[in-house]
């Protein structure tokens, strides 16, 4: 069975930083893409930043861009979404999700076609 477990969320103060880990299984990790989203409570789910897994390629949202990085360890079966500049807007539960058939980065921010989803976790951002 694959899984996807988040961790890292918390409440900080805008401006702050937050790294958020997803640990995957061996077959979950084994996706060719791993994508974090995020959804606030009353908004839309939003693709945050994705990542190839086999070359590493990135790509994220215009919202995000310049202030998150997304990044992974093979050894771990770990994908970070390292967070900086937070603002009190990027309050949100995050998820990260995988897909074994990202085509795009497009669709791999878009959430359609993932395969396995975590249950997230919690960003607060206070002003």
């Known amino acids: 069975q694959a899984q996807l477990v988040e961790s890292g969320g918390g409440s900080v103060q805008a401006g702050g930083s937050l790294r958020l880990s997803c640990t995957a299984s061996?077959?979950?990790?084994?996706?060719?893409?791993l994508s974090w989203f995020r959804q606030a409570p009353g908004k839309e789910r939003e693709g945050v930043a994705t990542?190839?897994?086999?070359?590493?390629?990135?790509a994220y949202a215009d919202s995000v861009r310049g202030r998150f990085t997304i990044s992974q360890d093979n050894a771990k079966n770990t994908v970070y979404l390292q967070m900086n500049s937070l603002k009190p807007e990027d309050t949100a539960m995050y998820y990260c999700a995988a897909s074994f058939s990202c085509l795009t980065t497009i669709q791999a921010l878009s959430g359609v076609g993932m395969d396995y989803w975590g249950e997230g976790t919690l960003v607060t951002i206070s002003s």
């Open positions: 990542i190839y897994t086999g070359g590493g390629r990135t």
């Open positions: 061996e077959s979950a990790y084994s996706s060719n893409c």
